[in-house]
T-cell receptor, first 113, second 110 residues
Framework: KAGVTQTPRYLIKTRGQQVTLSCSPI?????VSWYQQTPGQGLQFLFE???????NKGNFPGRFSGRQFSNSRSEMNVSTLELGDSALYLC????????????FGPGTRLTVL | QKEVEQNSGPLSVPEGAIASLNCTYS??????FFWYRQYSGKSPELIMF????GDKEDGRFTAQLNKASQYVSLLIRDSQPSDSATYLC??????????FGTGTRLQVFP
């Protein structure tokens, strides 16, 4: 069974631009969660989508948004990029919603210049 | 107080020894606890998880819960250099989102 895939793997953007990251969960998994990982803050929860609905949200500004499609694939968007948005963005796939075994994708490394 | 706390380490142990990693949590009502391993430059992978009703052993790994003191431990027996990684503890909060600790870096030296 294929694992979680994320595209692109690396991105370089400049301040003020926007970016869209994509995540395809494990086949059959319905929930996708997004995390931001930085050396100083560790893994921070962004949001979770289940059945195309945002089920949970972390403490990030409105510049961070996401959505989920009917095939469970998910995208997250960051608008008006800031230097502090440079991080590894990870998505995690879960069979159902709720605290369960999460399987992480390889991540997208975003660098904002 | 942070919801999930871990000592950042590094924790250095010799090959073959038992590595003991701890994680404290603030919500006394927490029902499940997750341990992830993250190699440098890689994404986290789930090692094991336990529920509040008991400890769990899986191969060389054992997860133990101390509800009275609100900490969960991960023991790695017969540590190998390949176990060198950062170990992340995660606990769901009251809205069911996983809260991760900042991780403990483990170094196993030959």
């Amino acid at each position: 069974k294929a694992g979680v895939t994320q595209t692109p793997r690396y991105l370089i953007k400049t301040r003020g631009q926007q970016v869209t990251l994509s995540c395809s969960p494990i086949s059959g998994h319905r929930s996708v969660s997004w995390y931001q990982q930085t050396p100083g803050q560790g893994l921070q929860f962004l949001f979770e989508y289940f059945s195309e609905t945002q089920r949970n949200k972390g403490n990030f500004p409105g510049r961070f948004s996401g959505r989920q499609f009917s095939n469970s694939r998910s995208e997250m968007n960051v608008s008006t990029l800031e230097l502090g948005d440079s991080a590894l963005y990870l998505c995690a796939s879960t069979l159902w919603t709720g605290p369960d075994e999460q399987f992480f994708g390889p991540g997208t490394r975003l660098t904002v210049l | 107080q942070k919801e999930v706390e871990q000592n950042s380490g590094p924790l250095s142990v010799p090959e073959g020894a038992i590595a003991s990693l701890n994680c404290t949590y603030s919500d006394r009502g927490s029902q499940s606890f997750f341990w992830y391993r993250q190699y440098s430059g890689k994404s986290p992978e789930l090692i094991m998880f336990i529920y509040s009703n008991g400890d769990k052993e899986d191969g060389r790994f054992t997860a133990q819960l101390n509800k009275a003191s609100q900490y969960v431990s991960l023991l790695i027996r017969d540590s190998q250099p390949s176990d060198s990684a950062t170990y992340l503890c995660a606990v769901p909060d009251n809205t069911d989102k996983l809260i991760f600790g900042t991780g403990t870096r483990l170094q196993v030296f030959p």
